[in-house]
């Protein structure tokens, strides 16, 4: 099977199954922490695919993963993807509900980047021009300092960019003058 499917199968079953308790928030805000603690700790995968790691070791390690609550659905999903040996893909199965989750309740992923930190006041602007151009949607922010841009920011939401980025305007002028 394509690795893609499963993940997204089992996360789909998730999804209808934290439904059925009204959980489905819960199980998402479980997912993001899961989703983090993959990203901090990249061995975490290949602990969890290795045949001679024991499965109470592997259900520690996805409990631990989840935080300090993460929830009887998660417990009860845990021991699902156990039973069946689907843990290797465990981290793919979070970020799979993590995105059906976004779809079905319009959340969009922004991330916005700026050469240098800015005050509240100001990502609060660019905040409000986000919104103003995705009406009927709600935003998970996130925010980053890259001083490549050298001044200006870049807003991504989802897969769409507004660069109003200096290194970006550079990039255009060098472009106008290389093709004159």
């Known amino acids: 099977m394509i690795s893609g499917l499963i993940p997204h199968r089992y996360a ?27 990203a901090a700790n990249p ?9 001679f790691v024991d499965r109470a070791d592997k259900k520690k390690l996805l409990l631990s993963a989840a935080g300090k609550t993460p929830g009887e659905d998660y417990i ?4 699902l993807i156990l039973d069946h040996n689907r843990e290797e893909f465990a981290y793919l199965m979070a970020l799979a509900y993590r995105d059906i ?30 919104e103003r151009s995705y009406r009927n949607r709600k935003f998970e922010y996130e925010y ?5 841009i050298i001044g200006g920011f870049v ?7 507004m660069d109003a980025s200096i ?3 550079l990039e255009q002028l060098r472009q106008n003058l ?3």
């Open 76 to 79: 009860r999903f845990v021991s």
């Open 155 to 161: 807003i991504d939401v989802d897969s769409t960019r």
């Open 43 to 51: 061995q975490l995968e290949k602990v969890l695919s290795n045949p």
């Open 101 to 130: 989750f976004r779809k079905e309740n319009n959340i969009s992923q922004v991330r916005i980047t700026t050469a240098t930190l800015l005050p509240e006041s100001e990502i609060g602007k660019l905040r409000n021009v986000v």
């Open 12 to 38: 789909r079953a998730l999804y209808k199954f934290a439904g059925e308790s009204n959980s489905r928030g819960a199980v998402y805000d479980v997912m993001k922490c899961v989703i983090d603690s993959f």
């Open 144 to 148: 980053a300092v890259d001083s490549d």
């Open 167 to 169: 290194s970006s305007e």
């Open 178 to 180: 290389s093709s004159n």
